[in-house]
């Protein structure tokens, strides 16, 4: 069950095709240029797994590839270092500072402006503890407390949710003068989704200020419901800044002065342009390996869907130099689906059991006992390896072999695990399932390519952290097991059957439904993005650049999972298509 698989817990038989190809689409909604939803009018059925258009033929040469480096100069005559301190100037304003580093985030350029968002929230941490230590300041806005209060929260800062109980009265409920600031309650939702387990006041105020917003749709102008709305749909702290930025470019702000966002705007544009053809020729790079390696032919039960295993690679590493990084990570990712469909599709229960013994040993003469399509497989994913560590060995010193044949592994005993449950036809405990589907999602295994790909922080005390599967990587594998389930529960019409934590919970708990199940994901999923948001923050043995690329991948996760009632995903289908296919016009 790896990244996008679901299998059945009933008796298979390896001569029966299972139709693997998964749809590639999301909810009946799309995204306009305001970051609002829109119903789609003719929605069109469209696979990334089929469509092609960017992966240039092999015969064809590409452009050679240059290193990124940060624009000089841009539209406006604004050269870049006096753009930063235009920033920093900005930046000395309370007010101003927060709105500055929220339209750069949402723009989604902060990786040109790192230095300069770091002192501006340095300086806000300190305004913070003294708000909180001797009572904020009346006159200032809920607004800006909770926006405070989240970016600090998302640069890993831990403050107290405690600050937010000076907007409660006596009585412990939220004061009547918040009840029609639209603003503030915006705010205040979108900071209750920093929450951390026991935080009771965010837990309040996430469905206080939801009430409130949702009752006020109503009888907001248009454009105001619009904003609303999609706060409610999209909150910052789950949602991925490269999807959306595109829609925020030549749009204005009412809280933000026009001057340096337009400024800001014409560099977004300028940055758009030069990702969007970094990103097309990481797809050239990735797709012509695939192609050269020859598993596609030599397995042709197995998905072949590269786009596809390049956007978990372009949605965690968003910084546009880590280029090479994106290219290398969905190398690993294609071997997850491949493999899964070995376990899923294709291999019977003994040779799975020879595969997974072979991938625990590494011995060649385990290797040579599997059948050829095994064997294809595993010499390949051993070259890959290989490979991979070299690069991480010559460029940071530290050789990763060990770790990840540890963590193929494990993925490989977590597979086999379900393979025998679903041979069996057994059902296991709800909690079993999980516990197992954390580890059979191949989160562990990209995470930890990632961190060695990006080479920070290699010590034997985070490898240590990484090996026995720490908090960050477990609770963003239950986001993704737990969302992939939620979905599945009307994908593939698989008529009640899907091995799912749907199936499980409904089995242990008699006479619960279908919605009882769903209801319980949903409230689990919440508490992994607590205990996701708790290990996100400092003190963290973990570079932060590894914290941001697990969140990251948590935020991609339901956009890959969220089927409608016609097993489609158009929302993830508009995002690629505007973000792949159509630059902006400067």
């Known amino acids: 069950?790896?990244?996008?698989?679901?299998?059945?817990?009933?008796?298979?038989?390896?001569?029966?095709?299972?139709?693997?190809?998964?749809?590639?689409?999301?909810?009946?909604?799309?995204?306009?240029?305001?970051?609002?939803?829109?119903?789609?009018?003719?929605p069109k059925k469209w696979s990334i797994t089929h469509d092609n258009t960017l992966l240039i033929p092999s015969t064809t040469t590409p452009p050679p590839m240059e290193t990124y480096t940060s624009t000089t100069s841009y539209p406006c005559n604004t050269d870049l270092d006096l753009l930063k301190n235009i920033i920093r100037k900005a930046g000395e304003d309370p007010s101003e500072g927060l709105m500055m580093v929220d339209a750069i985030q949402r723009l989604g350029i902060d990786y040109i402006f790192e230095d300069e968002i770091e002192d501006i929230l340095q300086n806000q941490l300190l305004m913070f503890f003294n708000?909180?230590?001797?009572?904020?300041?009346?006159?200032?806005?809920?607004?800006?407390?909770?926006?405070?209060?989240?970016?600090?929260?998302?640069?890993?800062?831990?403050?107290?949710?405690?600050?937010?109980?000076?907007?409660?009265?006596?009585?412990?409920?939220?004061?009547?003068?918040?009840?029609?600031?639209?603003?503030?309650?915006?705010?205040?939702?979108?900071?209750?989704?920093?929450?951390?387990?026991g935080e009771?006041?965010?837990?309040?105020?996430?469905?206080?200020?939801?009430?409130?917003?949702?009752?006020?749709?109503?009888?907001?102008?248009?454009?105001q419901a619009r904003v609303v709305a999609n706060t409610i749909e999209n909150p910052c702290h789950k949602s991925l800044a490269k999807f959306t930025a595109k829609n925020l470019i030549g749009r204005t702000s009412p809280t933000v002065n026009n001057g340096y966002i337009n400024v800001l705007q014409q560099l977004a544009?300028?940055?758009?342009?030069?990702?969007?053809?970094?990103?097309?020729?990481?797809?050239?790079?990735?797709?012509?390996?695939?192609?050269?390696?020859?598993?596609?032919?030599?397995?042709?039960?197995?998905?072949?869907?590269?786009?596809?295993?390049?956007?978990?690679?372009?949605?965690?590493?968003?910084?546009?130099?880590?280029?090479?990084?994106?290219?290398?990570?969905?190398?690993?990712?294609?071997?997850?689906?491949?493999?899964?469909?070995?376990?899923?599709?294709?291999?019977?229960?003994?040779?799975?059991?020879?595969?997974?013994?072979?991938?625990?040993?590494?011995?060649?003469?385990?290797i040579e006992k599997l059948p050829d399509y095994m064997k294809?497989?595993?010499?390949?994913?051993?070259?890959?390896?290989?490979?991979?560590?070299?690069?991480?060995?010559?460029?940071?010193?530290?050789?990763?072999?060990?770790?990840?044949?540890?963590?193929?592994?494990?993925?490989?005993?977590?597979?086999?695990?379900?393979?025998?449950?679903?041979?069996?036809?057994?059902?296991?405990?709800?909690?079993e399932y999980l516990k197992n589907g954390v580890v059979s999602s191949g989160v562990h295994v990209v995470l930890v390519h990632i961190f060695f790909l990006l080479g920070q922080g290699i010590t034997q005390d985070t490898v240590d952290l990484l090996d026995s599967m720490t908090g960050i990587i477990t609770s963003t594998a239950a986001i993704l097991r737990l969302w992939d389930d939620l979905g599945s529960a009307k994908d593939e019409n698989q008529g009640g059957h899907d091995g799912s934590y749907v199936e499980c919970y409904m089995k242990e708990l008699e006479g619960s439904s279908i919605e009882d199940a769903r209801e319980q994901i949903i409230l689990k999923i919440s508490d992994a993005w607590k205990r996701l948001n708790k290990e996100s923050l400092f003190p963290n043995s973990l570079p932060r650049k590894f914290v941001k690329a697990s969140i990251n991948f948590a935020r991609l996760v339901p956009l890959m999972y969220s089927y409608d009632d016609n097993q489609r995903l158009p929302s993830l289908e508009e995002h690629v298509k505007s973000m792949l296919y159509e630059s902006v016009v400067m």
């Open 1 to 42: 069950m790896a990244l996008s698989s679901r299998a059945s817990f009933v008796p298979f038989h390896p001569s029966v095709s299972q139709n693997r190809v998964t749809k590639f689409e999301n909810s009946n909604l799309k995204y306009n240029l305001d970051l609002t939803v829109t119903p789609m009018l003719t």
């Open 131 to 197: 708000d909180f230590q001797h009572g904020h300041d009346h006159d200032q806005q809920l607004h800006e407390i909770a926006l405070r209060f989240r970016l600090l929260r998302q640069q890993g800062h831990f403050v107290p949710a405690d600050i937010f109980n000076n907007f409660k009265d006596n009585e412990g409920q939220f004061v009547t003068k918040i009840y029609e600031d639209i603003n503030g309650l915006m705010g205040l939702f979108e900071a209750s989704h920093l929450r951390i387990d």
């Open 200 to 223: 009771h006041v965010l837990d309040e105020a996430e469905q206080f200020s939801g009430q409130l917003l949702n009752a006020s749709l109503t009888r907001l102008n248009h454009h």
């Open 269 to 366: 544009k300028v940055e758009f342009n030069k990702v969007l053809s970094i990103h097309k020729r990481e797809i050239f790079q990735f797709s012509k390996w695939w192609e050269d390696i020859g598993l596609a032919k030599e397995l042709a039960f197995a998905r072949d869907q590269p786009l596809k295993w390049y956007l978990w690679s372009m949605a965690c590493l968003t910084d546009p130099s880590l280029s090479q990084h994106r290219v290398e990570l969905t190398k690993p990712i294609s071997f997850i689906y491949i493999i899964d469909d070995i376990f899923d599709v294709y291999g019977s229960l003994g040779e799975l059991i020879l595969f997974t013994e072979a991938v625990n040993s590494w011995e060649s003469n385990a």
């Open 376 to 431: 294809i497989c595993l010499k390949a994913l051993d070259n890959l390896i290989y490979e991979i560590s070299h690069v991480v060995y010559k460029k940071h010193g530290w050789n990763p072999l060990h770790s990840l044949r540890k963590a193929w592994a494990s993925l490989c005993n977590a597979f086999l695990v379900e393979a025998k449950w679903f041979a069996s036809g057994h059902v296991p405990k709800a909690e």
